[in-house]
């Protein structure tokens, strides 16, 4: 199929804690799987991206992995900060059409 | 400020009224892509744009919409006789002529949010 399917749908953690979250997909063609923040009002916000010929990739608090085999990746996020809250939105993307197919979005709540 | 600008942010419209909505992407990206969200689901993919060209449109883009980049820079998004079904977040995004990597990156603009009454 085409859909992402993203897990969890919302999800709270104490500052300082770590926060994964997890997209699936089944369409083998993908090859690019970006992440997005997006806060109350604003359009999506690139954090990080991987590509498909990488298993991981870090930035500073944030990193993604990419299990191609198992069709899956994910976000982390390790010592939170309560401005890290936000809803969080993964995408994959196939090389020729450029377009993405976003997941459903997970709401992260970091607690003070 | 040099990202993604939309305008405009709010528009309230009535039933059956037509609206259109701006995108200027930054400045020489030769991509251009609308999606629409809806409170709680992520971006939903509506077209594409290739420097002035139109390359890909979803079935979600009924005749009521149409979309234009005449120059190949800004582009504008028409619903024509617009329902409460359109209500939603209109967002555009641009992407790089000469990207690093692989050149898939979208970035996005701040939205047009439009209420049919």
């Known amino acids: 199929g085409e859909n992402v399917e993203q897990h969890p749908s919302t999800l709270s953690v104490q500052e300082g804690d770590s926060a994964v979250i997890k997209c699936t997909y089944s369409?083998?063609?993908?090859?690019?799987f970006p992440w997005y923040k997006q806060e109350l009002g604003k359009g999506p916000q690139l954090i990080i991206d991987?590509?498909?010929?990488?298993g991981e990739k870090k930035d500073q608090r944030i990193a993604v992995t990419l299990n191609k085999t198992a069709k899956h990746f994910s976000l982390h996020i390790t010592e939170t900060q309560p401005e890290d809250s936000a809803v969080y939105f993964c995408?994959?993307?196939?090389?020729?059409?450029?377009?993405?197919?976003f997941g459903t979005g997970t709401r992260l709540k970091v607690l003070a | 400020d040099t990202g993604v600008s939309q305008d405009p942010r709010h528009k309230i419209t009535k039933r059956g009224q037509n609206v259109t909505f701006r995108c200027d992407p930054i400045?020489?990206?030769?991509?251009l892509y609308w999606y629409r969200q809806t409170l709680g689901q992520g971006p939903e993919f509506l077209t594409y744009?290739?420097?002035?060209?139109?390359?890909?449109k979803s079935r979600l883009l009924s005749d009521r919409f149409s979309a234009e980049r005449p120059k190949g820079s800004f582009s504008t998004l028409e619903i024509q006789r617009t329902e409460q079904g359109d209500s939603a977040m209109y967002l555009c995004?641009?992407?790089?002529?000469?990207?690093?990597?692989?050149?898939?990156?979208?970035?996005f603009g701040p939205g047009t949010r439009l209420t049919v009454t």
């Open positions: 369409d083998s063609a993908s090859n690019y």
């Open positions: 400045s020489e990206h030769n991509r």
């Open positions: 744009f290739q420097n002035e060209a139109q390359l890909e």
């Open positions: 991987i590509r498909s010929n990488v």
């Open positions: 995408a994959r993307g196939t090389s020729g059409t450029y377009k993405y197919i």
């Open positions: 995004a641009s992407g790089p002529r000469n990207p690093k990597g692989s050149g898939y990156e979208q970035y």
